[in-house]
C-alpha cells in the first residue's frame, strides 16, 4: 500500500518561511508526479504544488507562486514544499499526494499555521 508521510509544519510568524517534507514508499517514486494540497478551515482542498516525475517541470496556484518552491529527490523518495513569505491565507492542513494509475493517495497531513 501505497506510504506518504509529510512533515514539517508548525507556527510561524508573518513574513517567515517553513519547508516541508513528504516521504514516499511502497511505489517507484522516480515514476510519478507528485503534488501539494492544502485545506484551510470550512474551505475545499486546493492545489497548490506540482512537480513532474523527473523534478523538471512545475506549476503553481497563483496564490503561492513566487513565494513556494517544490522539489525532489528520487533518491531519497521525498517531496518538498519551501514557503516563504507567509501569510495568514497559507494557514491550513497541507497535504502530499499521488496520483498512481487512476488511484489519489494522500498523506495524514501536516498543520501550518501563520500568526503572530
Known amino acids: 500500500q501505497v506510504q506518504l508521510m509529510e512533515s514539517g509544519g508548525g507556527l510561524v510568524q508573518p513574513g517567515g518561511s517553513l519547508r516541508l517534507s513528504c516521504v514516499a514508499s511502497r511505489f517507484t517514486f522516480s515514476n510519478y508526479g507528485m503534488s501539494w494540497y492544502r485545506q484551510a478551515p470550512g474551505k475545499e482542498r486546493e492545489l497548490v504544488a506540482v512537480?513532474?516525475?523527473?523534478?523538471?517541470?512545475?506549476h503553481y496556484a497563483d496564490s503561492v507562486k513566487g513565494r513556494f518552491t517544490i522539489s525532489r529527490d528520487n533518491v531519497k523518495n521525498t517531496v518538498y514544499l519551501q514557503m516563504n513569505s507567509l501569510n495568514s491565507e497559507d494557514t491550513a492542513v497541507y497535504y502530499c499526494?499521488?496520483?498512481?494509475?487512476?488511484?489519489?493517495?494522500w498523506g495524514q497531513g501536516t498543520q501550518v499555521t501563520v500568526s503572530s
Open positions: 512537480i513532474g516525475s523527473t523534478g523538471g517541470s512545475t
Open positions: 499526494n499521488a496520483k498512481i494509475k487512476g488511484s489519489n493517495y
